[in-house]
């Protein structure tokens, strides 16, 4: 209900009657209340059953003009001076208060200074934002669940707080009765026994917890969500054509990182046009067209490699019960793909799951990517096999601590240290899928290495993980030239860590921790790149040539 100008008030008639006598204030004003509702706005009647206009319409006034009896003046809140004023109306002289006139009052009345002001546009729009935000959790239904789930046989609750981004769930706080995942089971049954699929149960760390468990471990509590708020929605229409087009880009990419393999055999004006600054006239492109089907073996490799990564995501989540998306490939024309982003589709069952589904795409497209490397480097070794061969400048193999050691120990001393190296194609679809896989693994956001991080080590340790990852990329220690584009895209597309699991409690066991201790230091080897005095040392590319 909006405010409106004081001339609006003309005739206004103030009638209070007193009640008998007896009964506390806050019965009588029930009474008043109850009685006077016909001439309240429609905010007023609705403001009982709205907990949010109880607190924070304290400055509000309401009018409502009926007829020619007049309007009724009502402020709403609960302060000490709106009681006194009510009582000193309802105990005054009822007799002086039929006499009164309906004539014009000596002070208009309008909004009253004490308290902050809303505008009808303020009002409508706190309403919106409470009809179009997430459905909360309903009230009976928590009552219900505190009497049929919680007790002294499982989690004693001792008090509740708001659950969930916008405060739309519950979060129950007590004492744990029993072994966590047992009485977790047993409530999660239950739950589905009260209230059907209506709800999710989460079991979650206690916030600002002080101490352990008595029992080991983290003090624990339980929060609750509707399924439709907890759960991710499904694919629509419009991803699926996204998904569509990032395919057909990353297909392209891979063919142009095919066909600048072969640089040293491209027609010189093409080269001379995207390597000299200065090259204005663009070339006939028609002239590439002889090397696309060179370039398709390589594409083939790197395009496999993502394939077989992504693959590898929905073979660990299948027997888990995890939902995933369709992936959407991301394009580059450096390394062909810079991989995919592949969403969960369905809530984690537990921190288990979470690593190993994030870990088994790297895992597999890196044990792809480093086959295809090795079997290159040993066909490249082999004298028999030099017209499969390319040429590449041998400062490609500084990009690399790792690799760039492996294929010095493989190709040798003489063939490293020179201006160009001739290395079978193979070898670069496994040396762009290793890097790439390296990327994705860091532990950062949403990828797959802070997704697996987050699953070992909770949230707070992916923070701290996180940043120092984006100072080494911001600086160029990781990644060298790709460090910043690769920046760049996690802050937009993955930086939000992923949500907890429904047991976002329970530990992943030492192996996978350290599983993926030895993943992460594999992932800093690879990124890493040669400085010019250990390659030079090393005999990794001809540092004089540069």
């Given at each position: 209900?909006?405010?409106?100008?004081?001339?609006?008030?003309?005739n206004?008639?103030?009638?209070?009657?007193p009640?008998?006598?007896?009964?506390?204030?806050?019965?009588?004003?029930?009474?008043?209340?109850?009685?006077?509702?016909?001439?309240?706005?429609?905010?007023?009647?609705?403001?009982?059953?709205?907990?949010?206009?109880?607190?924070?319409?304290?400055?509000?006034?309401?009018?409502?003009?009926?007829?020619?009896?007049?309007g009724?003046?009502r402020?709403?809140?609960?302060?000490?001076?709106?009681?006194e004023e009510?009582?000193?109306?309802?105990?005054?002289?009822?007799?002086?208060?039929?006499?009164?006139?309906?004539?014009?009052s000596?002070?208009?009345?309008?909004?009253?200074?004490?308290?902050?002001?809303?505008?009808?546009f303020?009002?409508?729009?706190?309403k919106?934002?409470?009809?179009?935000?997430?459905?909360?959790v309903?009230?009976?239904?928590?009552k219900?669940?505190?009497?049929?789930?919680?007790?002294?046989?499982?989690f004693?609750?001792?008090?509740?707080?708001?659950?969930?981004?916008?405060?739309?769930?519950?979060?129950?706080?007590?004492?744990l009765?029993?072994?966590?995942e047992?009485?977790?089971?047993?409530?999660?049954?239950?739950l589905?026994?009260?209230?059907?699929?209506?709800?999710?149960?989460?079991?979650v760390?206690?916030?600002?917890?002080?101490?352990?468990?008595?029992?080991?471990?983290?003090?624990?509590?339980?929060?609750?969500?509707?399924?439709?708020?907890?759960?991710?929605g499904?694919t629509?229409?419009?991803?699926?054509?996204?998904?569509?087009?990032?395919?057909?880009?990353?297909?392209?990419?891979?063919?142009e990182?095919?066909?600048?393999?072969?640089i040293?055999?491209?027609?010189?004006?093409?080269?001379?046009?995207?390597?000299?600054?200065?090259a204005?006239?663009?070339?006939?492109?028609?002239?590439?067209?002889?090397?696309?089907?060179?370039a398709?073996p390589?594409?083939?490799?790197?395009?496999?490699?993502?394939?077989f990564?992504?693959?590898?995501?929905?073979?660990?989540?299948?027997?888990?019960?995890?939902?995933?998306?369709?992936?959407?490939?991301i394009?580059?024309?450096?390394?062909?793909?810079?991989?995919?982003?592949?969403?969960?589709?369905?809530?984690?069952?537990?921190r288990?799951?979470?690593?190993?589904?994030?870990?088994?795409?790297?895992l597999?497209?890196?044990?792809?990517?480093?086959?295809m490397f090795?079997?290159?480097?040993?066909?490249?070794?082999?004298?028999?096999?030099?017209?499969?061969?390319?040429?590449?400048?041998?400062?490609?193999?500084?990009?690399?601590?790792?690799?760039?050691?492996?294929?010095?120990?493989?190709?040798g001393?003489?063939?490293?240290?020179a201006?160009?190296?001739?290395?079978?194609?193979?070898?670069?679809?496994g040396?762009c899928?290793l890097?790439?896989t390296?990327f994705?693994?860091?532990?950062?956001g949403?990828?797959?290495?802070?997704?697996?991080?987050?699953?070992?080590?909770?949230?707070?340790?992916?923070?701290?993980?996180?940043l120092?990852?984006?100072?080494l990329?911001?600086l160029?220690?990781l990644g060298?030239?790709l460090?910043?584009?690769?920046?760049?895209?996690?802050?937009?597309?993955?930086?939000?860590?992923?949500?907890?699991?429904?047991?976002d409690?329970?530990e992943?066991g030492?192996?996978?921790?350290?599983?993926?201790?030895?993943?992460v230091?594999?992932?800093?080897?690879?990124?890493?790149?040669?400085?010019?005095?250990?390659?030079?040392?090393?005999g990794?590319?001809?540092v004089?040539?540069?």
């Amino acid at each position: 209900m909006g405010t409106l100008p004081s001339s609006s008030f003309l005739n206004l008639n103030f009638r209070f009657r007193p009640l008998p006598a007896g009964g506390s204030f806050r019965e009588r004003n029930s009474a008043i209340l109850q009685r006077n509702s016909r001439n309240l706005c429609f905010l007023c009647k609705e403001r009982p059953e709205i907990s949010m206009f109880r607190r924070r319409f304290d400055g509000l006034r309401c009018f409502s003009i009926n007829g020619n009896e007049g309007g009724e003046e009502r402020r709403t809140g609960t302060s000490s001076n709106a009681a006194e004023e009510v009582e000193k109306r309802v105990g005054g002289d009822d007799a002086r208060s039929e006499q009164t006139p309906a004539s014009v009052s000596s002070r208009a009345p309008g909004i009253s200074s004490e308290g902050p002001l809303y505008s009808s546009f303020q009002v409508d729009s706190i309403k919106l934002m409470e009809l179009l935000g997430p459905e909360k959790v309903d009230p009976s239904d928590v009552k219900l669940i505190k009497e049929k789930l919680f007790g002294y046989s499982t989690f004693w609750v001792t008090r509740e707080e708001p659950f969930g981004d916008l405060g739309e769930g519950i979060l129950f706080l007590g004492n744990l009765r029993g072994k966590r995942e047992d009485v977790f089971s047993k409530l999660q049954r239950q739950l589905r026994e009260v209230t059907g699929d209506k709800y999710n149960l989460f079991m979650v760390e206690e916030p600002n917890s002080e101490g352990t468990d008595p029992r080991g471990g983290p003090r624990v509590s339980f929060g609750l969500l509707r399924k439709e708020v907890s759960e991710p929605g499904p694919t629509t229409l419009w991803q699926y054509v996204i998904s569509i087009l990032l395919f057909v880009l990353t297909i392209g990419s891979c063919v142009e990182l095919g066909i600048a393999s072969q640089i040293k055999s491209l027609p010189p004006e093409v080269v001379k046009y995207f390597t000299d600054p200065n090259a204005t006239e663009p070339p006939d492109m028609q002239l590439l067209l002889p090397f696309v089907e060179s370039a398709l073996p390589l594409a083939y490799g790197v395009l496999g490699v993502q394939l077989f990564h992504e693959v590898g995501h929905f073979l660990a989540a299948f027997p888990r019960k995890v939902k995933l998306s369709i992936p959407y490939f991301i394009p580059n024309i450096t390394l062909g793909s810079f991989g995919a982003i592949t969403q969960f589709k369905s809530i984690l069952p537990d921190r288990r799951a979470m690593v190993d589904v994030s870990m088994a795409g790297p895992l597999a497209g890196a044990a792809l990517s480093f086959s295809m490397f090795i079997v290159g480097l040993l066909l490249s070794s082999n004298p028999t096999g030099t017209g499969d061969l390319v040429q590449v400048p041998s400062m490609l193999f500084q990009g690399s601590l790792l690799l760039g050691l492996i294929s010095r120990a493989t190709l040798g001393y003489t063939a490293m240290h020179a201006a160009t190296v001739s290395i079978h194609p193979l070898v670069i679809a496994g040396w762009c899928g290793l890097t790439t896989t390296a990327f994705n693994m860091l532990p950062v956001g949403c990828l797959d290495g802070g997704r697996a991080l987050q699953g070992a080590f909770g949230k707070d340790a992916l923070v701290g993980f996180g940043l120092t990852t984006y100072c080494l990329l911001g600086l160029g220690v990781l990644g060298g030239p790709l460090s910043l584009p690769w920046g760049l895209y996690v802050l937009i597309c993955q930086r939000s860590p992923e949500k907890p699991c429904l047991n976002d409690v329970s530990e992943v066991g030492t192996w996978r921790r350290t599983s993926l201790i030895f993943a992460v230091f594999l992932v800093v080897l690879t990124l890493l790149p040669l400085w010019d005095e250990l390659a030079e040392e090393l005999g990794v590319g001809l540092v004089s040539t540069f």
